[in-house]
């Protein structure tokens, strides 16, 4: 049982990675943000890990 809790949240931990990637490429490629607000590859990669802990230890 505790296994099967684990697995639904690392399932959604990854999820929600996804899907701010997703976000953030979508953002600086497609809606040209590069131009007004260039973003590191470092801070896209705290702010996900930050948000992902976060989720985790909920």
């Known amino acids: 049982m505790i296994g ?5 949240i690392v399932f959604k931990a990854s ?6 990637l997703l976000t953030c490429v979508m953002v ?4 040209y943000g590069k131009e007004m607000m260039p973003l590191s ?3 896209i990669l705290d702010s996900l890990i930050s948000l992902v ?5 909920k």
């Open 28 to 31: 600086q490629e497609i809606l």
């Open 4 to 8: 099967h809790r684990v697995m639904i």
């Open 41 to 43: 590859r470092d801070r």
């Open 15 to 20: 999820l929600i990675g996804i899907l701010s």
């Open 53 to 57: 802990l976060a989720h985790i230890t």
